[in-house]
């Protein structure tokens, strides 16, 4: 395939839109990582276990999983004492994820925010935040993945610090997804319509919501990115439902077919690109969702999607050269 970025990617998809995994770190703590244990240090110490819940989405129908990156950045690591490791933490995640995926499988590197409030709410930089951010994306880079996910970020700041950083390494696609759970609006306030223009300035390729509370939110966060800019290839990974507490912590109410529902509804209102599962999501809920896109999802079957899979043409941006849209590999490495 002569890849041209985001529509190479997307042209792999079987069922019109790209179908991810579900949570990874419901799938690490369903294979035994302890609540509140560090993912990454996974990579290090149970290689074989992270490539299993690749390779769990994977039987389910998934096309695209993230590496076990999200907290792979040097301020997350340094609370865990693995920043020295952390080239290795995240080549270590990409190598997994590709074992266990197989062939013919997008790898993402999944970054995630730093934990840490930037200026002027928090003591952060943005140059700082750039930094750490730029950090994580080239040992991504160098580990060979074929896309980015800078995903569950609130802070418009952040997301842009980690996206400048970003692009500034690499030409492959990458997704930005907030976090919406207050209507419409991340925990910091920031609505679509405000971040759409600013990420997609700065070289986003997909615009996306993740995780977040009500699935209504996250809907509605969708429909404001296309409003505000019509065509924009949109990511969609709600998580299982709303969490209940429970003594061992958040307990999700699950029901994949629900799931696949909401998810499946979406791909027929606006221009989705990837669709997958956040917390409280896995296997079931994966092939729940490929059976809904397999039949053209909820409510226009059988309606032709193409058009939603191109990347945007009034960005303003340069197309992404050949040298950024790799093949998937075909074999694991
Ligand atoms: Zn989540």
């Not at 997307?10 to 991810?20: I, T």
């Not at 003591?123 to 951010?133: E, I, N, T, V, Y």
């Not at 609130?154 to 997804?177: F, K, N, Y």
């Amino acid at each position: 395939m002569d890849g041209h970025g985001l529509a190479a990617l997307c042209a792999k998809a079987r069922d019109g839109v790209l179908l991810a995994d579900g949570g990874t770190g419901t799938a690490l703590q369903a294979q035994g990582l302890p609540r509140g244990s560090c993912p990454e240090e996974w990579n290090l110490s149970h290689p074989d276990r992270v490539a299993a819940v690749a390779a769990a989405c994977v039987a389910a129908g998934s096309e695209l999983v993230y590496a076990n990156t999200f907290g792979g950045n040097r301020l997350v690591l340094e609370r865990h004492g693995l920043s020295q490791h952390l080239a290795e933490v995240n080549a270590s995640a990409v190598a997994a994820a590709r074992a266990g995926a197989g062939t013919g499988v997008w790898v993402a590197g999944d970054i995630g925010p730093s934990g840490q409030l930037l200026e002027p709410l928090g003591d952060l930089s943005p140059a700082a935040a750039g930094a750490c951010f730029y950090e994580q994306t080239a040992a991504l880079v160098a580990a060979g993945v074929d896309l980015l996910v800078l995903e569950t970020f609130t802070q418009l700041t952040e997301a842009l610090a980690a996206l400048e950083a970003a692009r500034s390494v690499t030409a492959i696609p990458i997704v930005v997804s907030l976090s919406f759970d207050r209507g419409a609006r991340t925990v910091m306030g920031v609505a679509p319509v405000a971040a759409a223009e600013v990420l997609l300035a700065a070289g986003a390729d997909v615009l996306g919501a993740n995780c977040g509370g009500a699935w209504e939110d996250a809907a509605e966060a969708l429909r404001g990115y296309a409003r505000a800019t019509p065509g924009t290839p949109l990511l969609l990974k709600p998580n299982a439902g709303l969490p209940q507490v429970g003594p061992q912590g958040d307990v999700y109410p699950g029901d994949p077919d629900a799931f696949a529902r909401f998810v499946g509804s979406m791909v027929n209102q606006v221009p989705l690109c990837i669709v997958g599962g956040c917390c409280g999501t896995g296997p079931g809920h994966i092939a729940a969702l490929r059976r809904t896109l397999r039949h053209g999802g909820v409510g226009r079957a059988g309606q032709a999607r193409e058009s939603h899979l191109q990347p945007p043409t009034d960005s303003g941006r340069e197309p992404l050269d050949s040298s950024g849209s790799p093949e998937p590999h075909d074999e694991p490495r």
